[in-house]
């Protein structure tokens, strides 16, 4: 279970990184109730893209334990 895990972490970002090439200079980061978004610098999401990953495996060795 722990090296499939792993392997999907691994093929996760290398997607990630793949896309930062193909998407453009600012994507949307979220919008508000009236409709106006946020925008961020594409590289920004690799930055945001391991913290899933981090919580998981923090949460996953805590309760193997």
């Given at each position: 279970m722990?090296?499939?895990?792993?392997?999907?972490?691994?093929?996760?970002?290398?997607?990630?990184?793949?896309?930062?090439?193909?998407?453009?200079?600012?994507?949307?980061?979220?919008?508000?109730?009236?409709?106006?978004?946020?925008?961020?610098n594409?590289?920004?999401?690799?930055?945001?893209?391991?913290?899933?990953?981090?919580?998981?495996?923090?949460?996953a060795?805590?309760?193997?334990?």
């Amino acid at each position: 279970m722990k090296k499939k895990c792993i392997i999907i972490t691994v093929v996760t970002f290398v997607v990630l990184v793949a896309l930062t090439f193909i998407l453009p200079q600012e994507i949307p980061l979220h919008f508000g109730v009236s409709g106006s978004g946020s925008v961020v610098n594409k590289y920004c999401i690799l930055l945001f893209a391991p913290v899933p990953a981090i919580l998981y495996w923090a949460i996953a060795k805590k309760y193997k334990n």
